[in-house]
């Protein structure tokens, strides 16, 4: 088992998928793309292999075909017997966001390395938690933040920090989607998964605080369908010296998902819209002709998961997102919640 001393490694890294779903569907599609990696079990209560192949799930980027994951693949029902599998190194938790804080911790707890799917909990209590058993585990902890890796949008990290275009003037999110159709019982109940501004929003809320840093205060307007959990959302992010920042979420749409950005720096527009496909980033530069970038890499899923084997491999924790990370967005998440409730402007707590 390799531990936050050890030594670099090539040896593959065994991963147990816990969680069979649409994401754990999509995690599992990026692993069988790295040479680094090798799933040896997969664990579900409900939905489980078939003679080495699990049925297809739709989403709402993309779906998925049936995939043969081999026969000789160990089949799991629930995590302890996930947990007393020595053969696996890190855990990889795509379960429903109540699970998160209590599966997280007793695979730290076990040795295991642990990669859990955002948000890390649904309040900052819990999540703290998380950080807490991370903090003495042997094991590294990384939650899944995929925008801080997806292509066309990491490379925003570089224009804000080295200033190719000037400084950022104002910057604006957008991430537009129906409620998700492929676990109804757990979207239709805000309990479960803290609405679209907790499930859905936090990926541009934990965006802007990559890019930003921690903003030092929010408003948020929004609209609430289930009990108190928020479904749309629109966060001004205040920061005393640094740009207009805002983002808007939704699980209101009628139509298919869409994802976005403009950025408005000194001397340059950089504006991002996946509905123009090949064509989504393009560049328009003062006094210059618009310009279409295309950035490398396939998609955030894969790149957030060779960052985290990376580590694993090298025996250095991952610095790209941290548990810290993960904690900072539930809270500023919290805070936008609080915010559409009240009617005003909420600082961020430590």
Same mark, same amino acid.
């Given at each position: +088992?390799?531990?936050?001393? $050890?030594? =670099?490694?090539?040896? =593959?890294?065994?991963?147990?998928?816990?969680?069979?779903?649409?994401?754990?569907?999509?995690?599992?599609?990026?692993?069988?793309?790295?040479?680094?990696?090798?799933?040896? %079990?997969?664990?579900?209560?409900? *939905?489980? &292999?078939?003679?080495?192949?699990? !049925?297809?799930?739709?989403?709402?980027?993309?779906?998925?075909?049936?995939?043969?994951?081999?026969?000789?693949?160990k089949v799991y029902r629930a995590l302890d017997e996930v947990l007393t599998d020595a053969e696996v190194d890190l855990v990889d938790l795509c379960v429903p966001t109540p699970l998160h804080p209590e599966?997280?911790?007793?695979?730290?707890?076990?040795?295991?390395?642990?990669?859990?799917?955002? &948000?890390? !909990?649904?309040?900052?209590?819990?999540? *703290?938690?998380?950080?807490?058993?991370?903090?003495?585990?042997?094991?590294?902890? +990384?939650?899944?933040?995929?925008?801080?890796?997806?292509?066309?949008?990491?490379?925003?990290?570089?224009?804000?920090?080295?200033?190719?275009?000037?400084?950022?003037?104002?910057?604006?999110?957008?991430?537009?989607?129906?409620?998700?159709?492929? $676990?109804?019982?757990?979207? %239709? $109940?805000?309990?479960?998964?803290?609405?679209?501004?907790?499930?859905?929003?936090?990926?541009?809320?934990?965006?802007?605080?990559?890019?930003?840093?921690?903003?030092?205060?929010?408003?948020?307007?929004?609209?609430?369908?289930?009990?108190?959990?928020?479904?749309?959302?629109? #966060?001004?992010?205040?920061?005393?010296?640094?740009?207009?920042?805002?983002?808007?979420?939704?699980?209101?749409?009628?139509?298919?998902?869409?994802?976005?950005? #403009?950025?408005?720096?000194?001397?340059?527009?950089?504006?991002?819209? +996946?509905?123009?496909?090949?064509? !989504?980033?393009?560049?328009?530069?003062?006094?210059?002709?618009?310009?279409?970038?295309? &950035?490398?890499?396939?998609?955030?899923? #894969?790149?957030?998961? *060779?960052?985290?084997?990376?580590?694993?491999?090298?025996?250095?924790?991952?610095?790209?997102?941290?548990?810290?990370?993960?904690?900072? !967005?539930?809270?500023?998440?919290? %805070?936008?919640? =609080?915010?559409?409730? #009240?009617?005003?402007?909420?600082?961020?707590?430590?």
């Amino acid at each position: +088992m390799t531990n936050k001393a $050890s030594r =670099k490694s090539n040896r =593959k890294v065994n991963v147990a998928v816990v969680g069979l779903g649409f994401m754990g569907v999509t995690h599992i599609k990026a692993y069988q793309q790295l040479k680094a990696a090798k799933i040896v %079990a997969v664990c579900d209560s409900v *939905r489980l &292999p078939v003679n080495g192949v699990l !049925a297809g799930i739709a989403g709402n980027i993309s779906g998925s075909g049936d995939l043969d994951l081999g026969r000789q693949l160990k089949v799991y029902r629930a995590l302890d017997e996930v947990l007393t599998d020595a053969e696996v190194d890190l855990v990889d938790l795509c379960v429903p966001t109540p699970l998160h804080p209590e599966q997280s911790i007793a695979a730290l707890k076990a040795g295991k390395h642990v990669l859990c799917e955002k &948000p890390l !909990a649904l309040s900052s209590a819990q999540a *703290r938690k998380i950080v807490q058993a991370a903090q003495s585990a042997s094991g590294f902890f +990384m939650p899944a933040m995929c925008m801080r890796f997806w292509p066309g949008w990491s490379c925003l990290k570089q224009v804000v920090e080295d200033e190719p275009y000037g400084k950022v003037q104002a910057a604006r999110f957008r991430r537009m989607s129906p409620t998700p159709g492929w $676990s109804k019982a757990t979207y %239709a $109940s805000g309990n479960q998964t803290g609405g679209a501004l907790f499930d859905l929003h936090v990926h541009d809320t934990d965006f802007v605080q990559f890019l930003f840093g921690r903003p030092a205060s929010v408003f948020s307007t929004g609209v609430s369908r289930a009990g108190d959990s928020v479904d749309h959302v629109v #966060t001004q992010y205040n920061y005393a010296s640094g740009p207009a920042v805002y983002a808007e979420g939704s699980w209101l749409l009628t139509g298919n998902f869409s994802m976005s950005y #403009t950025v408005l720096c000194e001397r340059a527009t950089l504006d991002f819209d +996946m509905a123009r496909g090949a064509e !989504a980033l393009m560049v328009t530069e003062a006094g210059k002709k618009p310009r279409v970038v295309k &950035p490398g890499g396939s998609d955030g899923y #894969t790149g957030e998961i *060779r960052h985290m084997l990376e580590a694993i491999q090298s025996g250095k924790a991952p610095k790209v997102v941290t548990a810290q990370d993960g904690l900072s !967005a539930v809270q500023i998440c919290e %805070a936008e919640a =609080k915010s559409v409730k #009240t009617g005003r402007v909420v600082a961020i707590g430590v």
